[in-house]
């Protein structure tokens, strides 16, 4: 049962851990597992033990793993898509309103007047320094119109928002659930010119690093609010505060506080609560688990974001063999033939790439030999070899 030691690097909800079959066991240190639950921790710069395989992310963002340097190790790399949208959904829409209305200040006034006896009478004077507008005839531009991005876009919508969306990579499935009143921009330059709003909900990498950079925001309209609840290295901060002490930026509402955004003004800065509710954390929770135990147990992959997925189901015949390659010519014929050459016969095959990397899964009809992985091994190009089960 060593394939079945899990490292939780992050709080990890309860009803997710306790789906882990019998045979399974938490452990407190890395050195030993097959497998680590993460949310934000930061793996960048960890190194990892030879029997680590896989690598669940309860969450969505993984900038913090490193994924390439995982599939050259043969680590398999899960996410949980679409398991805390609707908490992200909710707090952005707090945001919008947080910085629209200064209910904020408001609320600190009330906490600093709290011992007034006559507080009833000085708030009809106080308020107007809070007042606001309303979310309702202003336009929002919504950038990422994954699961995140389509649950606010719809949202805005019902508020009476007008919407634009702009996603050059949009998914069929994304495309089924956002509203037909979502206006379509095929340029980001269209969003920044309508909005009063900018809600930014894409993945960090290196292609969306400072997206939003000085001469973007130069194009926006003058007193935008610019929401952030991805990530803090889409936005050049350098920039954001000088349009911000100008009042280019009305506002900057982040989920992410840095040494800069902690300081700039009118920002409205929430320490990473997107997803830090209890449904979502034990939404994420469970989602991880299961993917992490279907491929620990039947090397099945759903939901990687640096192998290709495959599914073969339960392994129904003699043995099931997993093999983590390279996506060059020639691995598939050599696999077979390796198993041809030894009369072992192929029962079930699933095949596919993902970039530079590919995954093959196989069910043979006969117990394998016991030198079967390690000789497997030898083929050029192969990373890893698991012998899954052996139904005897
Ligand atoms: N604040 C939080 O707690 C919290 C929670 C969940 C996710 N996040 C962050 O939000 C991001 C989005 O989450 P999601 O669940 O919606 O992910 P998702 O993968 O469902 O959606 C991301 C969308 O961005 C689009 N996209 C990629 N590059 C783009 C670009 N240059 N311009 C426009 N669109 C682009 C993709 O096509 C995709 O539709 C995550 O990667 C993560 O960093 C933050
Ligand atoms: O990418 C995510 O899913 C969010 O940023 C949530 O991160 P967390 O799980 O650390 O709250």
Redesign the pocket.
């Known amino acids: 049962m060593k394939d079945r030691k899990i490292f939780c690097l992050n709080n990890i909800a309860k009803i997710g851990t306790d789906g882990f079959r019998s045979g399974y066991t938490l452990i407190d240190s890395i050195d030993e597992a097959a497998g680590v639950l993460v949310r934000s921790a930061d793996m960048k710069e960890m190194s990892f033990p030879a029997g680590l395989r896989a690598i669940a992310r309860a969450?969505?963002?993984v900038?913090n793993i490193p994924l390439d340097r995982c599939a050259e190790e043969g680590i398999v790399v899960f996410n949980t898509?679409?398991a805390?949208?609707n908490s992200?959904k909710e707090l952005v829409l707090c945001g919008m309103f947080l910085a629209s209305r200064d209910i904020a200040g408001g609320i600190n006034w009330v906490r600093e007047n709290a011992d007034d006896e006559n507080i009833a009478k000085t708030t009809e004077k106080a308020k107007k320094a809070f007042a606001g507008t309303e979310l309702k005839g202003k336009t929002l531009g919504v950038?990422?119109?994954?699961?995140?991005?389509v649950l606010v876009a719809n949202a805005a919508i019902s508020l009476g928002m007008k919407v634009y969306g702009?996603?050059?990579?949009?998914?069929v499935n994304?495309a089924w659930n956002l509203s037909p009143m979502v206006i379509h921009a095929e340029k980001?330059e269209e969003v920044y010119a309508a909005s009063d709003y900018i809600t930014i909900?894409?993945?960090?990498t290196a292609?969306?690093k400072g997206?939003i950079s000085a001469e973007a925001i130069a194009q926006m309209k003058n007193g935008v609010v610019l929401l952030n609840?991805?990530?803090d290295t889409l936005v050049d901060e350098k920039a954001l505060a000088s349009a911000l002490e100008a009042g280019m930026v009305k506002r900057y509402v982040s989920?992410f506080p840095t040494p800069a955004s902690a300081h700039m003004k009118n920002a409205i800065v929430i320490p990473?609560l997107?997803?830090s509710t209890e449904e979502a954390e034990d939404n994420c929770a469970v989602m991880a688990v299961k993917q992490l135990q279907d491929y620990l147990d039947n090397g099945n992959i759903r939901n990687s974001v640096n192998y290709p997925e495959i599914n073969l189901g339960f392994c129904e015949t003699e043995a099931r063999v997993a093999i983590l390659h390279r996506n060059i010519p020639n691995m598939l014929s050599q696999i077979t033939n390796f198993f041809g050459n030894q009369g072992l016969n192929i029962e079930n095959l699933a095949n596919k790439s993902r970039g530079d990397y590919a995954y093959t899964l196989l069910d043979l009809s006969h117990p394998m030999p016991h030198d079967t992985v390690e000789r497997l091994k030898e083929i050029d190009g192969v990373i890893r070899v698991r012998r899954i089960v052996e139904n005897k």
């Open positions: 969450g969505a963002g900038n898509p679409g805390n949208a992200v950038i990422g119109l994954g699961a995140i991005g702009f996603d050059p990579y949009l998914s994304s980001i909900h894409v993945p960090a292609s969306t997206m609840f991805a990530r989920d990473h997107g997803a």
